[in-house]
């Protein structure tokens, strides 16, 4: 069964950090890995992404604040994200393509307060 369960959110002050992790498993790890957040009343926004040949993209919204890395031996993505501001309280997923089904996490709240 594939599956991907993210952990790491919570509430944090307007500056501070925090890293997500999502574990996968029921697949092989090398598949494009996202994180992707949903504030609410908006549309999921994708943040970040690692590619199998270990490249990475960010928008612009996180760009210089975010860092996307990958622990292929425990099958793993993290997302550290720094300077924290309120705009970036959102529902934060985990989302890969695995062959032509979209897998999603639970999700995880990440909460910044002024």
């Known amino acids: 069964q594939v599956q991907l369960v993210e952990s ?36 999921r926004e994708a943040i970040a992404l690692s590619r199998r040949d270990g490249s990475t993209y960010y928008a612009d919204s996180v760009k210089g604040r ?21 705009e970036d309280t959102a529902v934060y997923y985990c989302y890969t393509l695995y062959g032509h089904t979209p897998t999603w996490g639970q999700g995880t709240q990440v909460t910044v307060s002024p």
């Open 8 to 43: 790491g959110g919570g509430l944090v002050q307007t500056g501070g950090s925090l890293t997500l992790s999502c574990a996968a498993s029921g697949f092989k790890f090398t598949y494009w890995m996202y994180w992707v957040r949903q504030a609410p009343g908006s549309q």
């Open 66 to 86: 975010s860092t996307i890395s990958r622990d292929n031996g425990k099958n793993t993505v993290y997302l550290q994200m720094n300077d924290l501001k309120p």
